[in-house]
């Protein structure tokens, strides 16, 4: 469930922290005193379009950060966060960020993460859908709403089965378009696989050989110098009159004599004698490496030629040895494969026979067992719709034949007639956003138990709403928030009186500046404010505040 969230500087909103609870939330207040704004924050943090027009006046930029409780979102966002590259969620919360700055700049995060606007957006979709004159409604989309029907059937693993033919058939497509071309083609690929093949092959490289190689290279390249080096070194130790071995151990014989008349004095021998042999020692070593070096032109042309060759394979197939080996081994395995093209063909189009006849029938079952769900649905939906006002409303589900893709071989289309008498037109097509909203509740009641979103917003869902069906519509949405976490706007006390937790937007004005403030209400403000939305501060309108609050809402 989305636990806070916070505005900072958006609008009439100076800083305002909504700690939102599970169940129905709905927040009311006067026109104008910045309920949208609440709207337009969770599009923005949810990856919508942004209007930096809404940064308050004097700030230079605004932010919005919402913290939801991972618990209950499934392994699916471990997965989505693993897979995106974003730190997973600590201390069992999700937190969405995202921040417009006056001078252009846009940031988005997700658990501390920097990211992408796209990987928020669809993120977001799986978290939050907003009912209402506003862009997030997901119920709205042809392939939402065949997710729906299938989520209503208990058809994913059906539909999962036929995901998995149809790309088993593009994998055996895809290869056997690799070997249906044109001879002269077919010719040229051969020729290209056998010489990258035998190129490769030919080199006998070895994954690991770069970094020795190019050591012993360096070593031949500058051989003369090493040689010289080391002999200088050689004459510094014992070639030279004084040399340093020999200077060493006058050193020990004057340090010798010393400890002769002070005891105190041997550790200092000790010292020089240590020092002696490890002169010695290096001596031994330097002469060893002297006699290994060797100017030999030509091994230095072999190595020089290997790391050349190493290179040139590099440019043409990796950037590293064992990419390059893989490559070879990738053009032997299609060298063979093309080589047996015949076969192969004829092996592919078996298979591929086999898998579009499991594809039919598959196909076929899944559009018969949507077409039984249909009129269950449709019944579902058009009862609720009734309690909600459209007494002779006619809901309807267009099922269409199409091409096949991941969901199967079919089209669905939602459509309402909110009127008897009118020709039902697709959901999406309705203009009243009172009716809109309307319909997206009854779709959402039926299938509060299926639906995945965890968190669903209501804007304007009683617009045009009044009497008996503003007690049904609070009913409604409370009965959502059994199974889902409700956000509700409303003008209508009876919705707000039906809520689990009441809260109210007011503008105070403070030093000259307007700010909106939220705040979350007990029993007796929630009398008084249900009070005013039924028109007054009447004694008559006190009294039908504190029966509605009494209704059991159950």
């Known amino acids: 469930m989305l636990a806070t969230l916070r505005i900072k500087n958006l609008a009439i909103v100076t800083d305002l922290t909504l700690e939102l609870r599970p169940g129905c939330n709905v927040i009311t207040g006067e026109t104008g005193a910045g309920k949208s704004i609440l709207i337009g924050a969770l599009n923005l943090v949810l990856g919508q379009r942004a209007d930096r027009t809404l940064i308050r006046t004097g700030a230079d930029h605004c932010a919005v950060e919402a913290t939801l409780e991972a618990g209950a979102l499934g392994s699916w966002l471990g997965a989505f966060l693993e897979a995106h590259g974003l730190e997973p969620c600590d201390g069992g919360l999700l937190t969405l960020k995202r921040t417009l700055s006056a001078a252009g700049a846009n940031r988005q995060f997700i658990n501390g993460s920097p990211t992408t606007l796209q990987t928020l957006a669809a993120l977001g979709d799986r978290l939050v859908d907003i009912h209402g004159p506003h862009d997030h409604q997901s119920l709205l989309h042809p392939a939402k709403q065949l997710a729906i029907l299938d989520a209503f059937g208990s058809l994913e693993s059906t539909r999962a089965a036929f995901a998995a033919l149809l790309q088993e058939r593009q994998a055996h497509e895809h290869d056997k378009a690799a070997l249906i071309v044109d001879e002269r083609t077919y010719a040229q690929q051969l020729d290209m696989l056998r010489h990258q093949a035998q190129e490769i092959e030919g080199a006998r490289l070895r994954a690991d050989e770069e970094a020795a190689l190019l050591e012993a290279h360096a070593r031949a390249g500058n051989a003369a110098r090493l040689l010289e080096l080391a002999q200088e070194a050689l004459g510094i130790l014992d070639g030279r009159e004084p040399s340093l071995l ?247 006390a009876p919705v707000a009186a039906a809520a689990d937790t009441h809260f109210v937007v007011t503008k105070r004005v403070k030093e000259g500046r307007t700010s909106a403030h939220i705040d979350a209400l007990n029993e007796d403000a929630r009398v008084e404010e249900l009070t005013r939305m039924l028109g007054g501060k009447s004694d008559a309108a006190r009294r039908h505040a504190k029966a509605l609050l009494a209704t059991p809402r159950g």
Request: with cysteine; charged share 25%; glycine share 6%.
């Open 246 to 492: 020999d200077q060493s151990g006058a050193l020990g014989r004057a340090l010798q004599a010393i400890a002769q008349h002070d005891a105190g004095a041997a550790p200092l021998l000790a010292c020089q004698q240590q020092a002696a042999a490890q002169l010695r020692e290096l001596h031994q070593e330097l002469s060893r490496y002297a006699d290994r070096v060797e100017i030999d032109p030509a091994r230095f042309a072999e190595l020089d030629a290997r790391l050349s060759l190493i290179q040139s394979l590099k440019r043409k197939y990796g950037t590293t040895l064992g990419e390059v080996i893989a490559f070879g081994d990738d053009a032997r395995a299609r060298l063979a494969t093309l080589e047996s093209r015949d076969a192969e063909l004829a092996r592919l189009n078996g298979e591929l026979a086999a898998i579009e006849v499991r594809l039919n029938e598959s196909g076929a079952a899944l559009t018969a067992r949507r077409r039984t769900l249909i009129p269950r649905l449709s019944k579902a939906v058009q009862r609720q719709l009734a309690d909600l006002g459209f007494a002779q409303c006619h809901f309807a589900i267009a099922l269409e034949p199409t091409d096949a893709t991941l969901t199967g071989t079919d089209r669905v289309e939602f459509e309402f007639a909110p009127n008897p008498g009118e020709a039902a037109r697709p959901l999406r097509a309705i203009a009243s956003s009172g009716e809109m909203s309307r319909v997206m509740l009854a779709l959402k009641t039926v299938l509060a138990a299926e639906d995945e979103i965890p968190v669903l917003v209501f804007d304007e869902v009683d617009a045009n709403v009044g009497g008996e069906t503003a007690h049904v519509v609070g009913a409604k949405l409370r009965q959502i928030g059994r199974k889902r976490q409700v956000l509700c706007i409303t003008h209508l």
